[in-house]
Each structure stands twice: as structure tokens, then as C-alpha cells.
């Protein structure tokens, strides 16, 4: 089965053309580090991919190519994406959010009864604020870690709010949902601070936000 994935998942990413290979990596960042993504290779990429997704990474991968556009691919090579993303699931915030983090937001239970819609709340300035405040001084490693953002521009936000550790905080929280745009949910910021080195207040906030 490992080896099925993972050969599956090369094969996938050696159809992609180069600039189409780059924009994986783009819609990757935020999830993976992006000192890791850069540079990688396309087996590299791949490795990746199964060791941040052990078993899932065939889902992010078709969550990834839908967003590209590529529903050739997963057609050909029968990505598990169809059933969990039907067309006509018109409350769908963006098709691929959900996807790209390995939890389904559509399609029917056995029987045809749909699921419930995930929530696909976007984050506020408010709730950015909030967030900010409850961040530690280690900011720069969730920037960096689990944000994905550059350090070159975590070092500019700190030199024009100088001596202001909350608003570094939420300026890099704000950096992090103007890349994310659409897909800057409360979920998704969830996830990318789910392994960081965080007071788990700030999880419990998160999950309260996602109730609202």
C-alpha cells in the first residue's frame, strides 16, 4: 500500500509541467516549511508530502491539482478527490480547503445523506488581534515553522513596530492571511499551529472561533 502511494505520488508530480511543478509548491507553503519547499526536487517534493501526510498525501495532492486545474490527472491516476467534492455542493467556500488538509467538506455519507458543511470561517482582524496577543515571544519560529512565511520579511514587520511584541504578532498573523486569502479559515490556522510550540490557550481560542 506505502508503495503504491508512493509511486503514485511521483508519477503524479513527474506529469506536472515546471511551472506547474512551482505552483504546487506555492499552494503547499503554510503547510510545509517553505525552506523545505523550495528547494526541493520532484521525489524530494513527494517525500515530503508522505512524511507531513503519512496516508493522506494522495488527498492533498488532488486537493493541490484541482485548484490547478488538473482534474485530468486525477482522473487518470484515480486520486481519492470525487467523492468528496461533488459539483453541485454550492456552499463550498473555495472547492479545495478542506481537501488540502485531508478533511473532506462534501459529498454524501453511505445511504446519500450529505454531511454537514465544515465551517469556513474567515479570520477577522479581530480574531487576528486576539490571537496576537496570546502568542509567545516565540513568533518568529511559528512564522517561520508552521506559518511559512520568510524570515527576511518577519525581520522587517519587528524593525517598523519596534519594541511592540503584540503588534509583530499580529502583523505576521495578517501576512500569513493575505497570502492564505480565501483560504485563511480559522480551521486552516488551526492546523498549521496544531504542532507548534504554542500556549494551548490559543488552540482552545481557535476551536471556540470555529463554533461561532
Same mark, same amino acid.
Given at each position: ?9 511521483l508519477?503524479?508530480?513527474l ?14 507553503? !503554510?503547510?510545509?516549511?517553505?525552506g ?5 526536487? @520532484?521525489? +524530494? ?9 503519512? %496516508? ?12 490547478? !486545474? @488538473?482534474?485530468d ?7 481519492p478527490?470525487e ?10 467556500p *473555495? &472547492? ?5 488538509? !485531508?478533511?473532506?467538506?462534501? &459529498?454524501?455519507?453511505? %445511504? ?14 479581530k ?5 496576537? /496577543? ?8 511559528? %512564522? ?18 519596534? &519594541? *511592540? ?9 495578517? +501576512?500569513?492571511r ?11 490556522l ?10 494551548? !490557550?490559543?488552540?482552545?481560542?481557535? /476551536?471556540?472561533? /470555529?463554533?461561532?
Open positions: 500500500m506505502a508503495k503504491d502511494e508512493r509511486t503514485t505520488l508519477e503524479v508530480h506529469a506536472l509541467s515546471e511551472e506547474q511543478f512551482h505552483s504546487v509548491k506555492f499552494l503547499l507553503e !503554510g503547510k510545509i516549511p517553505a523545505l519547499l523550495l528547494p526541493a526536487s @520532484r521525489p +524530494e517534493l513527494c517525500r515530503l508530502l508522505l512524511q507531513r501526510f503519512p %496516508g493522506n498525501s494522495l488527498h492533498v495532492t488532488a486537493g493541490i491539482l484541482r485548484q490547478l !486545474g @488538473r482534474l490527472l486525477i482522473q487518470r491516476f484515480q486520486l478527490l467523492e468528496q467534492i461533488p459539483e453541485e455542493a454550492p456552499w463550498e *473555495n &472547492g479545495d480547503t478542506s481537501n488540502v488538509n !485531508g478533511v473532506p467538506t462534501s &459529498g454524501c455519507r453511505p %445511504g446519500g445523506i450529505p454531511p454537514p458543511p465544515v465551517n469556513p470561517r474567515r479570520l477577522t482582524e480574531d487576528l488581534m486576539q490571537i496576537a /496577543q496570546r502568542l509567545g515571544k516565540e513568533w518568529q519560529e511559528v %512564522g517561520i515553522l508552521h506559518l511559512g512565511l520568510e524570515r527576511s520579511r518577519l525581520e522587517q514587520i519587528q524593525e517598523e513596530n519596534p &519594541g *511592540n511584541p503584540v503588534l509583530w504578532n499580529f502583523e505576521m498573523l495578517r +501576512e500569513w493575505r497570502r492564505e486569502r480565501q483560504e485563511a479559515t480559522v480551521s486552516q488551526r492546523s498549521c499551529l496544531e504542532h507548534a510550540r504554542l500556549d494551548p !490557550g490559543i488552540l482552545d481560542f481557535l /476551536q471556540s472561533l /470555529q463554533g461561532e
